[in-house]
């Protein structure tokens, strides 16, 4: 693999934070310039149903985790199923005793529903825009969104210089798609989540466009190979 050092780091804080420590500790120079930020939907929890009325909670993000954090004690006992493995630590450590993990992205979800869990409504808190539509997956379960944060475009300029971008999303990708010139993806690198983060991205100039072999931050750290020696 080409080698790398200086990995433009464009998630949302505090994910940010915690990708640069685990760059730095790779041996990475991270360039933290986030494409997003995340704020909490004023007057989003008003619209929760009562947990009477849900069956099993489905979880996305860990940023979905902490902006329905107010609510969890009054759904701490419904089965939680989580998109991936970061999701369901953060859903445990919230306080939720039954999660199950997923270990992908919204189609492993809505399989791991479909197979696992129990009959009734399931409430999806997440973004505004979720990356996937879970209703539609789940045709025969009712599925409630309830839409709790908003990712906001921060039109952040592109780091100089980097080796390589990583890109969390597809929210984050069309985002960088939308402000980052053409000719500054010429001789570099992106590290992408999923198919659908690398898709804008094809219009560009990018050396190599690597796809995660799993939808989580290990398989994109992985995909970075080892980082380059120091000049």
């Known amino acids: ?3 790398i050092r200086r990995v433009w780091v464009t998630r949302a804080e505090p994910g940010a934070a915690r990708t640069a420590d685990r760059l730095t500790a790779l041996g990475f120079t991270p360039l933290v310039a986030p494409l997003l930020t995340l704020a909490p939907l004023p007057g989003a929890l008003d619209a929760a149903p009562s947990p009477d009325a849900v069956a099993v909670l489905a979880l996305t993000s860990p940023n979905g985790v902490e902006a329905f954090a107010s609510l969890i004690p009054r759904f701490r006992d419904h089965p939680v199923f989580a998109v991936g493995d970061a999701t369901a630590e953060a859903a445990r450590a919230a306080g939720f005793a039954d999660v199950r993990s997923a270990s992908g992205d919204i189609h492993a979800l809505a ?49 100089e210089p980097f080796d390589a971008v990583m890109l969390h999303s597809p929210r984050a990708a069309r985002a960088l798609a939308a402000d980052l010139p053409r000719a500054a993806s010429s001789d570099r690198i992106a590290i992408c989540i999923s198919e659908a983060a690398a898709a804008p991205l094809h219009p560009f100039d990018f050396t190599e466009i690597r796809i995660a072999a799993a939808p989580d931050e290990p398989a994109m750290l992985s995909a970075l190979g080892k980082p380059a020696a120091p000049v």
């Open 111 to 159: 399989r791991l529903i479909a197979a696992e869990a129990p009959p009734g409504p399931l409430l999806a808190p997440g973004a505004r825009e979720p990356a996937g539509d879970l209703p539609d997956l789940l045709p025969d379960r009712p599925v409630q969104r309830l839409p709790v944060y908003a990712a906001v475009e921060t039109h952040a300029p592109a780091p």
């Open 1 to 3: 693999m080409t080698p």
